[in-house]
């Protein structure tokens, strides 16, 4: 029987097309004789649909013709301990159930999926999920709390201050002072987004001001950065666990502007609507750095995926200065288009990356079920003998 993997895409998150692109890439490359694929589109309003219709990238043009043509749906826990994806009528469940489900792939970008809250639950259900586990997204996607770990174990990152929203609004001068401290010019980024959506720079305290009124519509935790001037942008895909990782080839980023937008990221194919996804961004592959930055850059990918737990693909960025320096500057732990643009020149063609995704994600299941396992039959044995609970402690 062919493995049955419900793709969750879209999703509330500014990265939302991202997302849509990226899934139907991804569920395009996957292997059919292997898997029944069921597409899980998460509206911008949070309502789910399931559906045939959902496969087309084109259909997505007039999306609230798409959805009249599709089911709205939910996942439920069924009596047999199976997940099943059931047709939502009129507010009420239905007993329309159109699948079971054996295993999840979340190809959702940022808020709502990347970090952590799809993950945790896919995790109240009981449903296998392939990438990052709820702890590695939710860091993953905090920028202040992925620097403080990677800093903890003496991974290179830029200098940086981080805070509040309310504390901006309460004691500027206070913060405007953190930028001094770092030294102009500056980055400011809402410490929770991506897409470099709310990211400016600032060389000034007037430029900081804007940059922090902006960022603070769209976070309530913001960071600082010292800015690298004469900046190469390479990037490497990381694939694996715990237990064994591989890198990428590594890529260079271009960039039109001196932060490599939202537009060089999706649009630089041309109008919008045409946009490929992060395989369409200008790069050069495999980055045009010398052999040894480009084995610490690797180095360094693998040890960030490590340190911070993660799991199935992701892509972490890196920023180099013109003294040979290198900084890792972010974690995507499901990056735009799965990073399969990395994979291919690296020996493996998209179909067999998801194969190994779905493969980590089955993996993790049963090293799960062996240590829930062992922990009931030790608490029942406890009971057994008369333990009292705590008081044993
Ligand atoms: N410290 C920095 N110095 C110079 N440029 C930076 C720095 N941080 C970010 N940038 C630029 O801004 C872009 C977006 O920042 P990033 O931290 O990657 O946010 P996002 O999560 O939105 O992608 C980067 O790709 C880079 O072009
Ligand atoms: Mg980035």
Known sequence: MKTRVAVIFGGVSVEHEVSVISALQAIHAMDTMKYEIIPIYISKNREWYSGEKLLEIENYKQL?????????????????????????????????????????????????GEDGSLQGYLELLGLPYVGCDVASSAAGMDKVIMKQILRDSGVPIVDYRWFYASAWQENKEHIIQYADELAY???????????????????????????????????????????ITNLTEVNCSVLGDYENVESSVCERVL??????????????????????GMESVNRIIPADISEEATLKVKELAE???????????????????????????????????????????????????????????????????SIHFSIDSNLFSLHGKGSKGSKGK
């Open 64 to 112: 609230d013709q798409l959805l009249k043509e599709v089911d709205t749906v939910v996942l439920e826990q069924a009596a047999d301990n199976q997940v099943v994806l059931k047709k939502k009528e009129r507010g009420l469940f239905s007993k329309g159930i159109i699948s079971t489900i054996d295993v999840v792939f979340p190809v959702v970008h940022g808020t709502n």
């Open 303 to 369: 040890k960030t995926f490590q340190l911070l737990n993660a799991s199935g693909v992701s892509r972490i960025d890196f920023l180099l200065n013109d003294e040979g320096e290198i900084f890792v500057n972010e974690i995507n732990t499901i990056p735009g288009s799965l990073s399969f643009y990395l994979w291919e020149p690296s020996g493996k063609n998209f179909q067999q990356l998801t194969d190994e995704l779905i493969r980590l994600a089955l993996k993790r299941e049963r090293e799960r079920q």
């Open 255 to 276: 960039m039109t502007d001196e932060i490599l937008s939202y537009k060089d990221k999706y649009q630089s194919g041309g109008k919008t609507g045409d946009t490929k």
């Open 185 to 227: 010019p500056v980055i400011v980024k809402p410490a929770n987004l991506g897409s470099s959506v709310g990211i400016s720079k600032a060389t000034n305290p007037e430029e900081l001001e804007e940059a922090i009124d902006l960022a603070v519509s769209y976070s309530n935790k913001i960071i600082i950065e010292k800015m």
